[in-house]
């Protein structure tokens, strides 16, 4: 990882568990608690909330602002992993370099992390005082117009489209984890920006399916090759491999060109594309 990847990721670790500590999840009973608070650790890219930090950085928000919208981001995250995990939908033993969450505390405790985790979600967003209609593009993004629907396609045999799936399912969050940030400094979201995000996180689903097409286990945090042995609906298995690693690379290029003009004071935005098309290199 590029040392301001790094930096973010380390300095939102550091404050992500504090800021954890002072939330609602402290009422929670003890062993609830534990089992979220297990669920957020692990091996961790953080990359969603490092999005965030530096859109945040960006739009010219505070740092306070900025950890609690990153911090509902990875709530966010965490709660689809949980539950994408369950026996009834990936049925994976693993996330993050350890057990699931229902392998550690059973199946009705992983259900109710995922459930609390989307509260504390919302929760963040109020702290930071996210404006009406950032929390309602951010419940878009998750709902009906983005994640769930995308997880509902990936289980749906009969849905035929892997890109649309992944728009939806990965693509959404990793958009708004760079457009969220601007909704709270600005009252109009520019169009450019959301098509590079959303271009951003396509880019983040091909490099993710070479990963596990090509990388181990014990360097993913869960189990490699289960996309292809499930014959799930992988850009790989839409597009063949080698294709796969040119579009990577193509989208790459685009992002790195575009990211400078819409984002000329960010050079780790310029950076990402870089730094995701490496990681199956």
Known sequence: MSDPLYELKSRFERDFFSLLRRSSLKSA????????EYTLSGKNKRFRPV???????????????????????????????????LPAMDDDDFRRGQLSCHKKYGEATAILVGDLLQSLSFE??????????????????????????GQFIDMDSSEASTLRMHRLKTGKLIEAAVVLPFFTAEEKIRLPLVRWARCLGLLFQITDDLLDATGDSAALGKT????????????????GLKTAQRRSLELAAALKISAAQIFPQSGLFASLPSFLTNRHS
Not at 57 to 76: M, Q
Not at 131 to 146: D, E, H, K, L, T
């Open 51 to 85: 999005l965030a930090l530096e859109a945040a950085r960006l739009a010219g928000l505070n740092d306070t602002r900025a950890l609690r919208i990153a911090a509902s981001l990875e709530c966010l995250h965490t709660y689809s992993l949980v539950h994408d995990d």
């Open 124 to 149: 963040f967003l109020a702290m930071a005082d996210v404006p009406p209609a950032g929390v309602s593009y951010f419940a878009r993004a998750i709902g009906a117009q983005g994640m769930v629907s």
């Open 224 to 239: 490699a090759g289960k996309d292809a042995a499930q014959n799930k609906k992988t850009i790989v298995a839409a597009l």
């Open 29 to 36: 009973p003890p062993l609830l608690r534990e089992a979220t």
